[in-house]
């Protein structure tokens, strides 16, 4: 017998109080019409001020949500004094309550207990995402955006466990359905918080500005979900304790004269906080934790309907106390786990943003305080709905509905992770430039461009496609074994033999006859004639030849036929650079009456480097291209290539699209990096979207339509295949990883790869996909050779080797 | 028991899925070692728009596993687990 005499009355009088609530509850805790008109008002309030001050209302619908409209007032030491004083007077009753409740010799029953073995891999679990949280390991660059949903998950298991231990049972285990219901109304309690947040602009996310719409709406819910959970497990921890559960119980009850006048004037102050916290954010920055608190109190006074004024009539004060101290000692938690993440808010308060604690002003934390009411409510609505109730039983259950809607929450969070997880952690080792991965590659197309019946596997329906196809696959598969040559010096034993072959492939008599055919002249025979351009052929060999040279020549192994090869290299660039002299413009033609500026790209690349190899000053030259192309082969409209141009006059025969340009960004690389980065620009911005950590590029711009064809492949949605495999090499010239694993994972989850230990297929590629992803995913990344530029560097780092990674 | 009963709700989702794998892996090996050059890129005509058919299938085939699956499993364990371990009300619903 523990319990003095001078407290039970109280302690009984908690007992009725519970009996009494559930007794009167004859209304059902949240009907269909109090739902709707509170709900209109929460939403439409904010709004409807704004209005009435004159401002548009569009920019606080902006999605993702922006801090960007309101500048805040500064430090105020008379509002800074005067906050501080309500704020201790508050702490000061809290602290109160529980001392008062430490001097009490009542007993809850609780006593720790062992800890459930869930509660134990909780623990853990919880450690391990601190870990992560707080720490900067390049191998769960990933990951760590993305830690405070396993960090509140734990952080509610371990509670819930800690619960558990005390009192032998827990809300998670007793009520498992409600509980979990909690989730998705937990959702949308912060998103409102989100949308009031963007009328007073205290808070502000950072390290997201890389997720799109569609990711940030996903891992925000999943986030947001957890906070309701934590708060009312907290609530439910704290009451373990005897302290706290009987120290808020006093004689001293409140029982307003006239609760429904009360209600209405609740709702009437509410609303008009609520409406002018808007117009003017500074003064009434505070009011977005109190407004829609007073708004849904007074509309469940208003009806009637259970709240917590009978409890505070017996003196039982501990529906304010309990929120309010759970959710600050959960804030403080939310602000330390915040403090080192990687994805987190940070703080812009009027008149009181000094002295902080974590990344939050100190006064800040008083908002947990009606934050923790609002939860309380809220939790309370889920928990009691469907109960009780004098309403016809509806035609789907209340559990059914939970069970949905909890279902489709974990369905939402593995759409959101496992896709993403699952296909981009291959594409980071592609980005690593991992040398296993490379050599898999490197042996993967070797096994199509060293086989000589390969132009029998290409079968297009069209025999030019046939050979530029086969040309194609030997051109890309010499381009990637030069980069990795490049990248992995020692892997040049055994790939500058699989180069050489690919150049002889290239030389074929039978691979360069679609261009004979068309041109009526051999190539390689008549590089003295002015008059027949040669283009594709000559451009895309010659800059396969120079990068190959290049990596041959900076690495231990010689190429087979080096002299050969040096020699064409020298003849095939001196007959480009006299066709482009002799022609009243530096653009050439591919075909006859055919002229292609991504094609003209792999010739003044190619030039380039023959520039650097050799020593040579082709100054001029380049500086002359470069301003010719900037003029007629960009489209100021959009900053993307115009596919094709008229050969006579130079104006384009086709629309500006992304699989010219993307293509055409890598061969230009070498000549110009700073074209190539404008054009790269001008894809991410014009033609790329990103959904769920995947990444497409479209053919053409947004808004325009048309059809796919032999550059483009097929379109499916306007997203061109070949545009999104040859934006790899763009994302990995300009450094950016986020898109370049974004496309590696749309090439992983499109491309069916076939790994074995030795090599990699993409089996939905064939020959030429296979090829050209090696080469567009083995480019050098940026900063590798940052010196590439010849107009100003030619010669300067010749088999210095010094650019190397 | 639970385990059984859950076993029993995903029990059609996880052979479902076994056949998918399956298919998928036979058709891909059977592609790559007859070294038919299927490819995306084929634009039209003849035997490319057979290869064109194989790549569109296995593209579907792959948006299946990796995209849909992964959802679809966690929607329908989450909602057995649910089913089977909360799906009895209780009385006590009080918070406070």
Redesign the interface.
Known sequence: MRASLFFYPTHFALQSI?RN??KHMCKPPLSRHRLFWTGLALVFLPLLGVRIAGRPAHTYLEFPPLTQYVSHAPFSWPVFSLIAGLALITLGLLGAGALRGAGRELDTGCRWGRLPRWGVAGIAFLTLAWVIAWTRLPSLAAVQCHTFVPLWLSYIVVVSALTHARKGTC?LT???????ALFPASAVLWWYFEYLNRFVQNWHYVNVSDFTRTEYGVFATLSFSTVLPAV?ST??FL?TFSPLEYGFCTRRGWSPRHPRLLGLFAIVVGGAVLATMGAHPDPFFAVLWLGPLLIWWGGRVVAEQDTILP?LAKGDW??LA??ALAALLCGFVWELWNLGSLARWEYSVPYVQRFHLFAMPVLGYIGYLPFGMEC?VV??EV??AG?KSSEPRPAVSW?TV???G???L??????AM??RA??TSQAAKLWNDDSHRQHQLAEGVHEWAGDPALGD??????SL?DGEWLFGTHMTTAMGLAQVIECHPELSDALVPRLATAFSGMRRQDTRAFDAKVWNADPLETLDDPDRHHAAYLGYFNLALGLGLRAASEGDSDLPQAAHWDALHDAISAALERRIEAHDCPLLDTYPGEMYPVDNCAVIGSLAIHARLRGLDRTSLLENWEREFRRTCIDPATGLMWQALDPEHRNPADRPRGSGTTLGLYLVAPAFPDLSRDLFQAVKRELTDRWLGFALVREYARGVSGRG??DS??LVFGYS??ATGFSLAGARLCGDRRLFTALGATAW??G?P?VTETTF?W???????DAILFAMSTAPRAGERPADNPVSTAGKHRHSGENRP | MNRRRILAVVKGDIIALMVVLLLHSCLREWVFQSRIAVSLLAPSGGMATVHAALAAWFVALRFVLFVIAPPYAAFRIVSALVAVHGGEVKPDFTLL
Do not use: K
Not at chain 1, 174 to 180: E, M
Not at chain 1, 457 to 462: F, H, I, P, Q
Not at chain 1, 763 to 769: K, M, N, S
């Open positions: 519970v609530r559930r809300l007793r009520n498992t359905l409600r509980y979990a009312v609530v439910e009451r409890s501990r529906p309990l929120p309380m939790a309370d928990m009691q109960r559990n939970v069970i949905l909890l279902s489709a974990a369905a939402l969070a593995a759409v496992v896709p699952w296909c596997a290409l079968r297009t329906g069209s496609f064809d032999i492949g097929p295949v070949s989850l499109a069916a076939r297929h089996t939905t590629g064939g020959p030429i996909g």
